[in-house]
């Protein structure tokens, strides 16, 4: 997860650092597949290649995600139809797993350096935040039970980001028989994390999903509690003020919420402030601030799912106001868009030595450390919650550590040749 301390930033910034730059590592490599479920038809299987190049994954950023910043709620939404399916796309996993090529992306893209659009597709490469060793992450998923990872959101429209105040519901005060009825919300953890996946299950099916789509549309009065009874299961549906829709269930005397949005199942963990999806029997975490960051949640906290070659990309929004911070020696300049808070690295040389680097979104603050002491180029971001990212002058990050003390060390990056 997040794992940006405040003491890391202090320690850049304090007289006498040291750190150290690393390059860039873009070589393709482990990836993702499966789909979300929800209440609209689930992707088709993913296609298997036979030698066929495998482009990046692209996740179109075009759109921002639904309550960020405290926009674009569903009762706000007035644009076009949305697809009749959630998007999907996944990272091409290399010879430990069974070749599957990227699903077709055309988003539009514009270079962030002058505005205007670029032939064809040019994303921005991603990079990972908690990334570990290829073949590693498998193995960790495998003993948890984890069949099959899910696919990463490709349309950040369709991702949640409400904060606190629009991420919960008042519990229903009378169960489906009408008497009076008080719950206590549970979460997917320990004891209760298997009766849940049961139900959840149960929501993929094609008759539920007829179901949902159904309620959803005829269950029109906000604010009001709707009992539904549907093969042997007494259910809730609540549509909230912002125009989420709720679905509920209670075991005994505990209840738990779940949020049907863009055919996903959603659920708000709070200790973490955090929306994660239901895929295949587990919860799994987007990272809003970081696109190409996927996490598994597992009784309590998340494991990273990148391994350190997935190549994941980034659109760039199709019009854009841009702030854009120079570094003291006027070799980086990171592009800030304004709407969104999206972070843009680039390098001034011509020609660059590297293509336009995504390094976070929501980002209020860039600062970069003084290279006049003869150091190395650092870059500092404050995020919208609080936290720090810290990159080197080649857009990599600051790695505080990996959650796993199991995991196996990354392999040491070659050293630069001397000068001649």
């Known amino acids: 997860m997040k794992s940006r301390l405040l003491c890391t930033v202090a320690l850049v910034c304090a007289a006498g650092a040291s750190l150290w730059a690393l390059p860039t590592d873009h070589d393709a490599g482990g990836g993702h ?53 959630p998007s999907w796309g996944q990272v091409y996993r290399g010879p430990q797993g069974a070749p599957a090529a990227a699903k077709p992306q055309a988003p539009v893209a514009r270079s962030l350096a002058s505005g205007a659009p670029v032939a064809g597709p040019r994303p921005a490469n991603a990079v990972h935040h908690h990334a570990y060793a290829e073949g590693y992450i498998r193995q960790k998923l495998q003993k948890l039970g984890v069949k099959s990872e899910p696919s990463y959101i490709t349309d950040r429209a369709e991702m949640i980001h409400t904060d606190r105040q629009h ?47 159904k309620n959803n549309r005829q269950d029109a009065q906000a604010g009001r509690y709707y009992w539904h009874h549907e093969g042997g299961l007494d259910y809730c549906h ?105 972070a843009f690295l680039y390098d001034t040389a011509d020609p660059p030595s590297f293509e336009p680097i995504y390094l976070a979104s929501g980002v209020q603050r860039v600062e970069f450390s003084d290279t006049a002491n003869g150091r190395p180029l650092e870059i500092v971001l404050k995020l919208n919650d609080g936290s720090f990212d810290l990159f080197d002058g080649q857009g990599k990050p600051y790695n505080p550590g990996g959650e796993d003390a199991d995991a196996p060390a990354p392999a040491a990056d070659a050293a630069p040749a001397p000068n001649p």
């Open 167 to 213: 991420s919960s519901i008042p519990m229903p005060t009378r169960g489906a028989d009408n008497k009076p009825y008080s719950g206590k919300a549970i979460s997917p953890r320990g004891a209760d994390a298997g009766r849940l996946r049961d139900h959840m299950n149960t929501l993929g099916t094609d008759a539920w999903r007829g179901n949902v789509d």
């Open 238 to 342: 609540y549509r909230d003020g912002s125009g989420y829709q709720w679905y509920g269930w209670y075991f005994g005397a505990q209840f738990f919420w779940t949020r049907n949005f863009e055919g996903r199942w959603w659920w708000y963990d709070g200790d973490f402030d955090r929306w994660a999806f239901y895929n295949d029997g587990f919860w799994w975490w987007q990272d809003p601030y970081h696109l190409g960051d996927l996490y598994c949640y597992s009784d309590g906290s998340y494991i990273p799912v990148n391994s350190q070659n997935d190549q994941v990309q980034v659109t760039q929004p199709d019009t854009v106001a841009l702030q854009s911070f120079a570094s003291p020696d006027n070799t980086r300049t990171v592009k800030l868009v304004s709407d969104s808070q999206d």
């Open 33 to 85: 597949g499966g789909g979300g479920g929800g209440s609209r038809p689930a992707p088709a299987p993913r296609p298997s290649g036979g030698g066929q190049p495998h482009a990046p994954l692209t996740i179109n950023m075009g759109h921002q995600s639904s309550g960020g910043h405290n926009r674009n709620y569903p009762s706000q939404y007035r644009g076009p139809a949305r697809a009749a399916s």
